[in-house]
Each structure stands twice: as C-alpha cells, then as structure tokens.
C-alpha cells in the first residue's frame, strides 16, 4: 500500500470532515486539530480549504470523465453502456465515498477555473449519459420513457450510494453491481 504524502493525508483527513460537517462548517483550525498540528503548518504544504476542496473534487469528477469517455468509445449497446456506467458509479463510490460528498454537496464552493472545470465535466458527463439513453430509446432497447425522467432516475440512485451503503453496511461489490443494474436497468426495458 502507498504511503500518502502529508497533502494528501491533509486532502484525506478533510474530506472526512467536510463529508460530517460540511465545507463551510470546518475550519483550518479544525482541520489542523484534527491532525493534531498546528494551523499554521498546514500552510506549508497546502494554500487553504479551497486548494483542498478543488482536489477533492476534480479528482473524482476527473475519473467520472475518463470512465464516461471510455464507455462511450465501446462498440456496444446502449444498455451495456449504461451497465458499465452504473458499475463505474458503483467503482468510484467504493474507491471514494468520503469524496462524494464535497462532490454532490460542496461543488458550488468552487472558485474560478476550478468551478468552470467541474462544471464543464459535470454537464459533460451528464450530456453523454443522456444521448446513450436517447439512442437507447431510438433503437427500442429503451422503453420510451422520457429521457430527462431515466437520467435523473439513475443518476439520482448512483449519486446518493455513498450514504446508502453507509447506513445499510458493505454489501459484496459483484453483488451491488449485479444487482443494481438488474434494479435500474429492468425498469427501463
């Protein structure tokens, strides 16, 4: 196992807090407490709560991208593009369920090109999703549902996982994938 940087055990240590307490209820003091330093030496390997919440976020939302990308440069079917969607989703939640909380709750933290960056990601992301459902629907693998009503049906489920599995405990991740597909998946087909 990698040994973490202090950055990143400083990015490590406040997306735990941030994902308890929220962005703006937690201070560098707190941070700092937390890690039981001084305020101050955070300063030496970080700029602040903005840098952090940057790298929180844009990492993941960078893996989001780079697993939609690849989905969509498959020759497959559109719902084995939303499969392998929906396992991505599944993947990044277990890889980084602290971190999803900054992204679906303390996003709009974000600052000048770093905020452009999610957004632009986000939006991209979303737009992809829609147009494999779209083609779904054109192509009769897809009921005709409206495609705004699927999107938010899925992408709702996948974005609250995290705290779903928090309450009900770890299940087996082929099972949470096979499963989870089957569930939202069959109500579309």
């Known amino acids: ?6 950055k990143e055990e400083i990015i490590k240590v406040a997306a735990t807090l941030f994902r308890k307490k929220g962005y703006n209820a937690i201070s560098m003091r707190d941070l700092a407490a937390e890690m039981d330093m001084k ?3 955070l300063y030496n390997h970080i700029s602040g709560k903005q840098e952090i919440l940057a790298a929180i976020i844009l ?3 960078l893996e989001f991208t780079e697993g939609m990308e690849s989905v969509m440069t498959q020759n497959s079917s ?19 369920s602290e971190a999803l909380a900054a992204v679906n709750n303390d996003w ?18 979303e737009d992809n999703f829609r147009n494999i459902i779209k083609q779904g629907i054109e192509t009769n693998e897809i009921k005709p549902h409206h ?4 999107l938010f049906s899925i992408l709702s489920t996948l974005r609250t996982l995290y705290l779903w599995q928090e309450k009900r405990g770890k299940l087996d991740v082929n099972v949470l994938k096979k499963d989870m ?7 579309i087909v």
């Open 108 to 125: 709009m933290h974000l600052e000048g090109e770093n905020l452009s960056a999610f957004v632009k990601m986000r939006d991209g992301y």
């Open 147 to 150: 495609p705004e009503v699927i």
């Open 59 to 61: 990492e993941v939302a």
């Open 78 to 96: 559109s719902l084995k593009k939303l499969e392998g969607l929906i396992e991505l989703h599944i993947d990044i939640t277990l890889n980084h």
């Open 181 to 187: 597909v089957s569930v939202l998946i069959g109500g």
């Open 1 to 6: 196992m990698k040994t973490l940087s202090r």
């Open 39 to 41: 305020a101050a030496s």
